[in-house]
């Protein structure tokens, strides 16, 4: 929690320092399932609001999942891209309904996750994220580790990704995360347009299928 800690201080600090330049765009999604790496959470569409203040290439933001059903989420995240393709981040993911100031390793709430991304030739993005610590309440073991692979075709992207702890049934490292995604923006006037995008996901650890539609605001 001390490493994460640092990274979020350290990125803070970059991002106060040209607050100038600084732009804070709100949005909405909205999806027919929340699918993520592999892993359905909640039942049924979900709604999905953001915040996302920039300064040149850090970000500094809140976003959230919640559907009818009563599933909930709401995590804070900062990121800085380096201009040859490299993008650090820090994750916290929190799950309202939980106490928010609970960081225990039984019961705590909170899961707090650094990750990198490196983009090759703008076509092939590699990327690793780390949980570091043990969260009850938030289902994490500790030392849960994601990666994942993604080549962008011209009309669409294929990814693979594989990882263990709360990606997996068992907690074993095993292919979890196995699909085809796209977008495409449908014209409503000759200045506002909607991006749709579509996935396909299969998760062989778990042997389950999912087609995912959703809307962007």
């Excluded at 977008?183 to 506002?192: H, M, N, P, Q, R």
């Amino acid at each position: 929690m001390k490493k994460i800690g640092l990274i979020l201080l350290v990125m803070t600090v970059g991002l106060a320092g040209s607050y100038a330049q600084l732009t804070v765009k709100p949005a909405m999604d909205i999806y027919s399932s929340y699918i993520w790496r592999g892993t359905q959470y909640g039942t049924g569409p979900a709604f999905q609001p953001s915040v996302v203040a920039s300064v040149s290439n850090f970000s500094l933001g809140v976003w959230g999942s919640f559907d009818a059903m009563g599933y909930k989420e709401a995590d804070l995240f900062l990121s800085y891209t380096l201009p040859f393709g490299l993008t650090l981040a820090a994750t916290d993911y929190y799950y309202p309904g939980k106490k928010y100031l609970d960081y225990s390793d039984t019961s705590g709430s909170h899961a707090f996750e650094a990750g990198l991304s490196y983009t090759l030739f703008e076509k092939l993005t590699l990327s690793g994220y780390y949980i570091f610590n043990e969260a009850g309440g938030a289902g994490t073991k500790g030392g849960d580790t994601y990666v994942e692979a993604a080549y962008a075709f011209a009309p669409f992207t294929l990814f693979v990704g594989a990882g263990n702890g709360w990606y997996t049934s068992d907690g074993e490292f095993n292919v979890c995360n196995v699909g085809i995604k796209s977008t495409k923006e449908i014209k409503v006037t000759d200045s506002f347009s909607i991006p749709v995008s579509g996935s396909i996901v299969f998760n062989p650890e778990r042997e389950q299928l999912y087609v995912v539609v959703g809307l962007s605001f």
